[in-house]
């Protein structure tokens, strides 16, 4: 018998699986909700874009978790023992980078910076760096457009450089401290194997290549005299980031001894390489060339790889591609919605249309669920928190059009959904228009699990059947992959895939006559789509949601 | 002393106020509500266009009423005698027809027709000849372009001719058992003076010019073989229409002894010719050339006088321009705002955003209230009942455009009330681009009376004082004011208004720094009003709401 250990740290909480390698199944499942902050996130009431997280919270998450884990196990299955575990995954929410001394201690472990929310990891919802974002993305347009061209065309405000900028602009004092800036998804290998000092440290292909601009063909990061231009200090940092990157079936390193008997393990396991919870999400859902799969929760990850013998073309607007970052051998791509759960979340806690019970989820599901498409005359953008994919624009909002006197809440609640689902057509879409075929979609997350209705209008609105991943845990699922295959477990990825991975036997099958009117939705979304949120087009009305933020900022400067 | 009796018929319910013709005090006021139907008024659950009322409503609440005011008036003042009334006006809502045989009864009080609600009065808000509106509109626009020049351009599905169509293409028994069909504004007058058989009955200048194409300029209403041309029947009707209208400082005839008897006052006394409660309103708010009165309930109503001595061009988008319909020897120009206060009731009724106590007007307007202009990044568009002026398009549907996953009900409270206010600039705009220049504004009707946050978004939006009537019944007023003309206590309006209508202390003067945020927003609104309404305009969104509805109707069928 072979175990592994499967980490993976959401946005709010750390959940621990130690998964049969021959298999699949769970043995155990544990999770750790991080206690710095609201729902484990420090915010600023005055600054809707900041977002932080204690780092000291990880570290204990990992040992509850993997503790009580080992425990649950035992207690599931007799024949468990903890000397089975060959290996350990992580998975973790990015960017998140955070800033560490020349001993590789974060800053906000230290005394000095405890309180200091800019000392922090900066989660990769902190949206605080736009200014900066745009900034990189001017530059980069004029000096290095390759830069660029991998990663949608626009470097977001949730990436590792905005971050970083915007905390040397902003808070010198932090800046100045920190040694350099690791990514979440680099620190928590490093620190059970003892590799977290700057020196050793290795980072992963997928973070460094989605989220800082890293690729082999221009020598890793950006150069120096690109950052220099940002700002001289920056072009320091580019010093302390090397010029390697490991790809996802590497190891990290071995469990240190220390760790090891924290946890009650064997020493010198090995841990893989951190990845991104989307990417070992995307492995513990089976993702292979052709297909998709669709992390569904507060926002969206939409996963797609390409083997590395195709010749891919640069696609505008996707998030990123970059070579090994979800399977080794392939290209990695990324697409995503920058807010789906979330929409519904809004308009059921900050609107609660007609009271808390009335506007619960299940209450407007089940009305929504009644009616059928096109009925209620409306139709929505979902962006509320702005377009990660195809736009790359964090300063999109969101827009509900065709309400009359009538109107009722479920057929906006159903608008809302209807709009995540067409946001999730555009993606398809433009990843068909540049030769990446997609033939079969596989689904994750809560609300994939959950909502049948949503599930069915995603099909009814792509045209597509919609497959649910069988694992109710894809990412920690994932990471006991990669912790398979470099634990000697699986040979390689499609083996332990094909023994660990599968769908439930629910689906959903597109109906025609739905498919058939929401395609004609489906043009006008399209048609507001590029209005709203192509620049270029001529008579566009690019301009109105960019206007109205301009103006809110200044009433309340 | 001489006093007067102004009748205001709503739409829900019938005022009666008595009227001291030396100061305008109000000595008596009884409202009856109607009996039938829903709030007074015949629905059809299966089709929201249609809106009938029954006139023995009417019969009934004109007696209740005069006569309980007649008992409160002398309560209220001691010397009070009911013969010292000298005369009575009407006022209606309209475009409200009701179809009448050749006696002049109307069919609804007829035992054949007495449950058909195609038999009853077309209420203004009816809307199921919407099909037969864009009919006459195409029509006329090939063969009388002159008949829209007058009417804003477009014939509307709340007017006569779309009623009595629509009437005759969807219920043939009830249109060829009418003789003709009659304006609630001037059935009134008919009864009360005994010339309610159709050979005596005279019709007003203000529902005719406004709502029936009438202008002495082509001979009065339409002619025959236009008519024919839509059906050969309606040219028949338009032998019973007859080719004079009267204005009104006319008197429709005197009191029969019958309802002298009945009601407790002189017989023969002069009963004014009706007009609509728009019209009277803004008599009742003391209009004059220059003043723009705005009569703010579910929808507004807009009303400004020219002095027939002026040359006045077409102007496209308003709803009507007439001489002698506010004023004699003025031209009365009316536009107005589909939905205002019934946008504010949508959403506290039918989305009662945090529950019937949290979502209240009262709640929200507290909160909104503490909001800056420009604060929460909306925008919305007036449009959930369609647009009057200057689109005059049934088909437009609501926006709502910037939120965000933080927007909260109250944001969108204010959104909407300055939604209705940059309405209200644009009708403005439109005035004074057509040389009709406005210098003042008073606003009247319950929502001006009573919210202070609204009234003052308007002055800051507007960049212009926000007067308010003094009365709170100007409607009646107006009536009131009509019957002291023709009953001889004045010898015209303008001496009539100067002795009976004010306005309040209490004023709403622009906020420069809160003008200076509207000013950008307008200029968006400006841009989202045109993309959306503007069929000519290239690159236009205005098929998208249109399209919808096509679809809604397509899925509902």
């Known amino acids: 018998m072979a175990y592994t250990i499967g980490l993976d740290y959401g946005t709010n909480s750390v959940r621990c699986v130690i998964v049969d390698t021959t298999n699949g199944s769970e043995l155990g499942t544990v999770v750790y909700e991080y206690e710095t902050g609201q729902a484990g996130i420090i915010l600023d009431p005055a600054d809707h874009n900041l977002a932080r997280q204690n780092p000291a919270d990880y570290l204990k998450g990992a040992e509850v978790t993997i503790k009580q884990a080992i425990q649950q196990a035992g207690k599931t299955c007799k024949k468990f023992n903890p000397k089975d575990i060959v290996g350990i995954g992580v998975d973790t929410t990015g960017s998140?980078?955070?800033?560490?001394?020349?001993?590789?201690?974060?800053?906000?472990?230290?005394?000095?910076?405890?309180?200091?929310?800019?000392?922090?990891?900066?989660?990769?919802?902190?949206?605080?760096?736009?200014?900066?974002?745009?900034?990189?993305?001017?530059?980069?347009?004029?000096?290095?457009?390759e830069y660029l061209a991998k990663c949608g065309g626009t470097y977001s405000s949730e990436w590792f450089f905005s971050k970083v900028l915007h905390c040397l602009r902003t808070a010198p004092n932090v800046y100045d401290a920190a040694y350099t800036w690791i990514e979440h998804a680099d620190w928590i290998p490093a620190i059970l194997t003892g590799t977290d000092h700057p020196d050793k440290l290795k980072r992963c292909r997928c973070a460094a290549g989605h989220k800082a601009m890293f690729n082999d063909s221009w020598g890793g990061y950006p150069d120096v005299k690109f950052l220099s231009k940002l700002d001289t200090r920056l072009g320091k940092l580019r010093q302390t980031l090397g010029n390697k990157t490991y790809v996802i079936d590497q190891a990290a390193g071995k469990l240190t001894d220390e760790w090891a008997k924290k946890l009650g393990l064997t020493p010198g396991i090995p841990v893989a390489m951190g990845a991104f919870d989307a990417h070992l999400g995307a492995v513990g859902s089976g993702i292979k060339p052709g297909v998709l799969v669709k992390i569904i929760g507060t926002s969206t990850c939409d996963m797609v790889v390409a083997p590395s013998s195709t010749k891919?073309?640069?696609?505008?607007?996707?998030?990123?591609?970059?070579?090994?970052?979800?399977?080794?051998?392939?290209?990695?791509?990324?697409?995503?919605?920058?807010?789906?759960?979330?929409?519904?979340?809004?308009?059921?806690?900050?609107?609660?249309?007609?009271?808390?019970?009335?506007?619960?989820?299940?209450?407007?599901?089940?009305?929504?669920?009644?009616?059928?498409?096109?009925?209620?005359?409306?139709?929505?953008?979902?962006?509320?928190?702005?377009?990660?994919?195809?736009?790359?624009?964090?300063?999109?909002?969101?827009?509900?059009?065709?309400?009359?006197?009538?109107?009722?809440?479920?057929?906006?609640?159903?608008?809302?959904?209807?709009?995540?689902?067409?946001?999730?057509?555009?993606?398809?879409?433009?990843?068909?228009?540049?030769?990446?075929?997609?033939?079969?979609?596989?689904?994750?997350?809560?609300?994939?699990?959950?909502?049948?209705?949503?599930?069915?209008?995603?099909?009814?609105?792509?045209?597509r059947e919609m497959k649910v991943s069988r694992s109710a845990q894809t990412c920690a699922l994932g990471s006991a992959v990669a912790a398979a295959v470099v634990g000697g477990a699986h040979h390689d990825y499609s083996t332990a895939q094909a023994?660990?991975?599968?769908?439930?036997?629910?689906?959903?099958?597109?109906?025609?006559?739905?498919?058939?009117?929401?395609?004609?939705?489906?043009?006008?979304?399209?048609?507001?789509?590029?209005?709203?949120?192509?620049?270029?087009?001529?008579?566009?009305?690019?301009?109105?949601?960019?206007?109205?933020?301009?103006?809110?900022?200044?009433?309340?400067?």
Request: proline content about 5%.
């Open 499 to 557: 023994a660990m991975c599968g769908i439930k036997d629910v689906t959903y099958k597109p109906i025609a006559k739905n498919h058939a009117v929401y395609k004609k939705l489906y043009a006008l979304y399209k048609q507001l789509h590029d209005a709203f949120g192509l620049k270029e087009k001529s008579a566009s009305m690019h301009n109105i949601m960019k206007d109205l933020l301009n103006i809110k900022e200044t009433v309340n400067s």
């Open 96 to 145: 998140t980078p955070l800033p560490v001394d020349k001993n590789g201690t974060p800053l906000a472990m230290l005394d000095a910076f405890r309180d200091n929310p800019n000392a922090h990891a900066w989660l990769w919802k902190d949206h605080t760096g736009y200014a900066e974002a745009a900034e990189i993305t001017e530059l980069a347009k004029k000096e290095h457009p």
């Open 312 to 463: 891919l073309p640069d696609i505008p607007g996707i998030c990123g591609i970059v070579e090994g970052s979800i399977l080794p051998d392939c290209y990695g791509l990324e697409a995503g919605q920058s807010a789906v759960g979330d929409i519904f979340n809004w308009f059921v806690n900050y609107i609660q249309p007609g009271g808390k019970e009335a506007g619960s989820h299940l209450a407007l599901t089940e009305k929504a669920a009644k009616l059928k498409p096109g009925q209620s005359g409306l139709l929505a953008l979902d962006w509320n928190n702005g377009n990660r994919t195809i736009l790359v624009d964090q300063r999109l909002t969101g827009l509900l059009l065709g309400q009359t006197l009538h109107t009722k809440p479920e057929e906006i609640y159903r608008a809302l959904i209807e709009a995540t689902a067409f946001g999730a057509l555009a993606i398809i879409n433009r990843f068909e228009e540049y030769g990446v075929k997609i033939s079969e979609v596989v689904n994750c997350g809560g609300i994939a699990e959950k909502n049948a209705m949503l599930m069915q209008i995603y099909a009814d609105v792509t045209g």
